[in-house]
């Protein structure tokens, strides 16, 4: 075999895996993690919020706001920046 065809033979390889690999998350996430009970229950884990763009601007002020409103809540802040004050 030449380069090539090992390069070809390669790139098929980590295609196919990566294609196999997203096939099994989409089936266990959809079907297998629900027949097992292994899916993730989102109302055993308690009050929780997620808050895009919080590090500056409205986001910020509704990040704020959630943490003065709700006792005891998880806040998960997604922000460009790194920094947040």
Request: glycine share 18%.
């Given at each position: 075999m030449s380069a090539l065809e090992y390069i070809g033979v390669a790139?098929?390889?980590?295609?196919t895996w990566f294609v196999l690999s997203e096939i099994w998350k989409i089936v266990y996430t959809s079907f297998l993690g629900h027949a097992i009970g292994r899916s993730v229950k989102v109302k055993q884990m308690g009050?929780?919020?997620?808050?895009?763009?919080?590090?500056?601007?409205?986001?910020?002020?509704?990040?704020e706001a959630v943490d003065c409103l709700f006792d005891f809540i998880f806040m998960y802040i997604i922000s460009l920046v790194i920094n947040f004050k």
């Open positions: 790139g098929s390889a980590v295609f009050r929780w919020a997620v808050v895009t763009g919080a590090s500056d601007g409205i986001g910020r002020a509704y990040a």
